[in-house]
């Protein structure tokens, strides 16, 4: 589900997966607490000022390219659902269809969730199905996702 709060645009760009054990996750913390605190002085700044159903369908993308958990075929609409928007299995399926899959990591693949922090993250995911992906999206960085 980290993979998919960045894919959606709610956390910080290439924070999902990173090392528990690496300095990177000190810095990510910090950035993290700085927005949020910038977030929460902002009139009227919830998730759904940020996320739409063009970045539900972002995420539906990352979610078949890393062809990760089926949770996430009950959390993604349960999450879309508070925000009044509509996501059902045909959605996933619609979106599925002619995804790509490329990704292999544990606990269902050969590669442990570190190489893909270390192979560029879920910027490198979005970098690779860009075409398919709504880039006019805004993020929690206050960046259109095409903008990062």
């Not at 958990?69 to 659902?81: D, E, F, M, Q, Y």
């Not at 928007?85 to 490329?102: P, S």
């Amino acid at each position: 589900m980290q993979i998919m709060a960045e894919a959606l645009g709610l956390a910080l760009p290439g924070s999902a997966l990173m090392p528990a054990g690496g300095q990177d996750i000190l810095e990510y913390a910090r950035q993290a607490g700085r927005l949020a605190v910038k977030l929460a002085r902002m009139p009227n700044m919830r998730p759904g000022d940020i996320v739409t159903k063009e970045s539900f369908e972002n995420a539906i993308l990352v979610h078949a390219a890393i062809s990760r958990s089926t949770n996430c075929l009950l959390h993604l609409p349960a999450i879309a659902h508070e925000l009044g928007i509509e996501i059902t299995g045909d959605t996933f399926d619609r979106l599925h269809r002619n995804a790509y899959y490329l990704l292999d990591v544990r606990p269902a693949g050969r590669w442990p969730a570190e190489c893909y922090y270390y192979a560029g993250g879920t910027p490198a995911i979005m970098e690779e199905i860009k075409p398919f992906l709504h880039l006019d999206v805004m993020t929690v960085t206050g960046k259109s996702l095409g903008e990062i």
